[in-house]
């Protein structure tokens, strides 16, 4: 069966670097998701993200924060300048189209800020 | 604006006891509804969801799940839970726009006694 897959698994960078997440939706799907889950938390949306622009973001998702889908297989999550509240772990999830609502998440990335 | 609520933040049951986990939402439109459930160390997973139709949907591993249209409910069942159940599970929304992202409930964690 399909998987949405995430590299790396765990991420630990220094406060004020830069970071890409990577993930690899399912091949066939056309709507690409990326929500976080800071520990003991609930998981919280961040971007949605179809036809090759954001279709819709949360308060969460400031400048700092950035999409992109540079080929036709992954899509990153970047965020320019981390900061120690970054740290959680940020799941890729993504959708088949627009008549099918079920999103399939992938294993995660755990991010530690120090 | 969407949001869920989870009544019950930990539950501690022994095996073979039945379990039930309240879930709440609000929203003004059609709703689709899920659970979803992270093992230790694990991603998540969906257990089951409603979309239309049936209000009582079964999952997998024996869990299924009411929807109260009236109550605004999502209750989670299973008659009789294992040792392997111990989890986080999460209640969930989303609407039916075009793009529409995941509202996740707080989570409640379920401890199984052997």
């Known amino acids: 069966e399909p998987e949405v897959t995430q590299t790396p698994s765990h991420q630990v960078t220094q406060m004020g670097q830069e970071v890409i997440l990577r993930c690899v939706p399912i091949s066939n799907h056309l709507y690409f998701y990326w929500y976080r889950q800071i520990l003991g938390q609930k998981v919280e949306f961040l971007v949605s993200?179809?036809?090759?622009?954001?279709?819709?973001k949360s308060e969460i998702f400031d400048d700092q924060f950035s999409v992109e889908r540079p080929d036709g297989s992954n899509f990153t999550l970047k965020i320019r300048s981390t900061k120690l509240e970054d740290s959680a772990m940020y799941f890729c999830a993504s959708r088949m189209d627009q008549t099918r609502t079920e999103q399939y998440f992938g294993p995660g990335t755990r991010l530690t800020v120090t | 604006a969407q949001s869920v609520s989870q009544h019950n933040h930990h539950v501690i049951l022994s095996e073979a006891a039945s379990l039930e986990l309240g879930c709440n939402y609000s929203y003004g439109g059609t709703v689709n509804l899920f659970w979803y459930v992270q093992y230790p160390g694990q991603h998540l997973q969906l257990l089951l969801k409603y979309f239309s139709g049936d209000p009582l949907v079964k999952g997998i591993k024996g869990f299924e799940a009411e929807f109260i249209k009236s109550k605004f409910s999502f209750n989670l069942r299973k008659p009789s839970v294992q040792w392997s159940d111990t989890a986080e599970y999460f209640c969930a929304v989303n609407g039916d726009s075009s793009a529409s992202k995941i509202i996740f409930g707080s989570g409640t964690r379920l401890s199984i006694r052997p």
């Open positions: 993200f179809y036809n090759n622009e954001i279709s819709e």
